[in-house]
Structure formats: structure tokens, C-alpha cells
Nanobody, 115 residues
């Protein structure tokens, strides 16, 4: 059974940093791409960052240069380092992977950027 568990969310002031982590179980982690999505109130869920099995990354334009996705295959974790946070980054952040034919999601972690 695939499980994804996020941690690391919280309240931070604009310009601050947070690091999110996602612990995966039930899959051969190292062979799967991993993704971070977010959903702000009243908005659609959007892809924030992705990392392939061999470490290639891509980012939404809105977070390029501020967020960094990384993975630790020895610990079955994927992380999202978020710097220079803005109020518009406020959302619930979700970890996601596809273990064909199913998509798996974590429960989400709230990130609030506010002074």
C-alpha cells in the first residue's frame, strides 16, 4: 500500500523560508518521479515542482529561483525547500506520485505566508 506523508508546513512571514518533506512507503521509491502540488483557497490544484527518478527537475514559473525540489532515495523522501516566500504561496501543499495505473497523494500540509 502506497503512503505519502508530508510534514514541515506552518506560518511564516513574507521573505521567510520553509522546508517541506514527504516520506514515501509502499513503493520502490527510487524509480518513481515525485511531485509537489499546491491548492490555494478557491483555486485549482497546481503543479509546483517535479523531480524524475534520475534527479531532473522542473518548476512552475511562479516558484522558479525560489523553490528547490530534491530527493533522498536512501530515506525514501522528497523535499521542497521554499525561500523568499510570498503571501501568494499560501496553500495546502501535497506530495504526489504515480504508481501506474494509480495516482497517490499525501494528506497535505498547510503553508501560510503572512505578516
Amino acid at each position: 500500500q502506497v503512503q505519502l506523508v508530508e510534514s514541515g508546513g506552518g506560518l511564516v512571514q513574507p521573505g521567510g523560508s520553509l522546508r517541506l518533506s514527504c516520506a514515501a512507503s509502499g513503493i520502490i521509491f527510487k524509480i518513481y518521479a515525485m511531485r509537489w502540488y499546491r491548492q490555494a483557497p478557491g483555486k485549482q490544484r497546481e503543479l509546483v515542482a517535479a523531480i524524475t527518478s534520475d534527479g531532473n527537475t522542473n518548476y512552475a514559473d511562479s516558484v522558479k529561483g525560489r523553490f528547490t525540489i530534491s530527493r533522498d532515495n536512501a530515506k525514501n523522501t522528497v523535499s521542497l525547500q521554499m525561500n523568499s516566500l510570498k503571501p501568494e504561496d499560501t496553500a495546502v501543499y501535497y506530495c504526489q506520485t504515480t504508481h501506474y495505473p494509480s495516482d497517490y497523494w499525501g494528506q497535505g500540509t498547510q503553508v501560510t505566508v503572512s505578516s
